[in-house]
């Protein structure tokens, strides 16, 4: 297995990161969060909303693909 095919398979789905920014989140309004850990937490935060910022990065550019394509097969 390549290193990109593990860090794919490592890397969250969409909704399992935005589920996880959300259990971060309520941890941190509830102040559940130890001040310890608060540090790490929010770092965690960041990664994963980064990660949720370049899926939906991607995603637009391929719609944006499918719509350009369909636009250019409508027109012949």
Avoid: H, N, W, Y
């Amino acid at each position: 297995m390549s290193e990109s095919e593990e860090k794919v398979e490592q890397e969250p789905t969409f909704g399992d990161a935005m589920t996880a920014l959300d259990e971060i989140l309520g941890r941190i309004e509830s102040e559940e969060v130890d001040i310890d850990r608060l540090a790490a937490e929010l770092a965690r935060a960041a990664e994963l909303l980064e990660l949720c910022r370049g899926k939906i990065r991607r995603a637009e550019v391929e719609v944006s693909q499918i719509v350009q394509s369909l636009d250019e097969s409508g027109g012949d």
